[in-house]
Nanobody, 130 residues
Framework: QLQASGGGLVQPGGSLRLSCAAS????????IGWFRRAPGKEREGVSC????????YFADSVKGRFTIARDNAKNTVYLQMSSPKPEDTAVYYC?????????????????????????WGKGTLVTVSS
């Protein structure tokens, strides 16, 4: 199971950290992704972290502002949101697959909305507003 948490109201230019806690499997052995759904918009892939080397692909819309951190002892992955914008307002979900995607697969599947994941949990709402 996966559980995303940490959402809330954040001002533009602020920061917020989302958590993705995994249970029942070891997250560092899985490809972990984040996707989001904003009202009236298509599902959007945000990031894809590879299990083989821990590298992460970020969608262009968040590149340079969002980062990923892992705490393997807590079996948790974090999405650090820096300088959020109002257009980042969405429900954020974390997801996982046991497939070990290549960098190219991460890029293509993230840009396609990360629809190939095996597990995902309830999302957490992030509202970026002043």
């Amino acid at each position: 199971q996966l559980q995303a948490s940490g959402g809330g109201l954040v001002q533009p230019g602020g920061s917020l950290r989302l958590s993705c806690a995994a249970s029942g499997f070891v997250s560092e052995d899985y490809t972990i992704g984040w996707f989001r759904r904003a009202p009236g918009k298509e599902r959007e892939g945000v990031s894809c972290s590879r299990s083989s080397d821990g590298t992460t692909y970020f969608a262009d819309s968040v590149k340079g502002r969002f980062t990923i951190a892992r705490d393997n002892a807590k079996n948790t992955v974090y999405l650090q949101m820096s300088s959020p914008k109002p257009e980042d307002t969405a429900v954020y979900y974390c997801a996982a697959t046991g497939d070990h995607w290549s960098w190219k697969e991460c890029r293509l599947r993230t840009d396609a909305g990360l629809r190939d994941m095996d597990y995902w949990g309830k999302g957490t709402l992030v509202t970026v507003s002043s």
